[in-house]
């Protein structure tokens, strides 16, 4: 089969997470992570659990981070509670870039099994991965600084790591990715990227 093939049946959306994942020495890999948003505690902690046996134990994490008035977008920015809440977390599994878009995907499905009597959205699952030069974001709304990665799926760079060291903010990056905490996370992930191979 030939490889670009390959690729595409391993993004069909009745995958069970488990195909997507691989051993670092496989192929070259990436570092996931997920930004978890919500205005209940408890739902980011069970989420968390959930992310953990699905795509490997947490490895590094940040405490829920209350966000303001200026960083809230979509249907937490209208109002329906006082407090929104986002905790990043990172996993131990790996997985190549181009899976990306099949983790977006099946993100959307378990935010689908999270919403309110009004059909609302309870919760937002974030997942991004890091390389040595980059921390990758996905969107499902299209942008001029952001690339089509197939299937409704948007890639958009969130930081950047020089080579003089720690990570960056590109000018479009929202208040909440500008953090001191996110940045130190991630920081602390990029220790966990793995070396690629000789």
């Not at 995958?15 to 570092?31: G, K, L, S």
């Not at 942008?143 to 197939?150: E, F, I, K, N």
């Amino acid at each position: 089969m030939p490889k670009s093939r390959q690729a595409l049946d391993l993004r069909r959306d009745d995958r069970d997470v488990t195909e997507i994942m691989i051993r670092p020495d496989q192929h070259e890999a990436v570092q996931p992570a997920f930004g978890i948003r919500s205005t209940d505690l408890d739902l980011i902690e069970e989420l968390e659990r959930r992310l953990a046996l699905e795509f490997g134990e947490v490895i590094e994490s940040t405490r829920p981070l209350e966000l303001g008035p200026a960083e809230l977008s979509g249907p937490f920015a209208e109002g329906r509670a006082p407090w929104v809440y986002k905790q990043w977390i990172a996993t131990g599994e790996t997985y190549p870039p181009e899976h990306l878009v099949a983790v977006k995907l099946h993100t959307l499905r378990v935010e689908a099994l999270y919403t309110d009597a009004a059909g609302q959205p309870r919760v937002r699952i974030e997942p991004v991965y890091l390389d040595r030069r980059r921390v990758v974001k996905t969107r499902a709304e299209d942008a001029p600084h952001r690339l089509a990665l197939g299937q409704g799926v948007y890639g958009e760079i969130m930081l950047t790591h020089p080579e003089s060291g720690g990570f960056d903010p590109p000018p479009w990056s929202p208040p909440e990715d500008r953090r001191r905490e996110v940045l130190d996370f991630f920081d602390r992930v990029y220790h966990h990227i793995p070396r690629p191979g000789p």
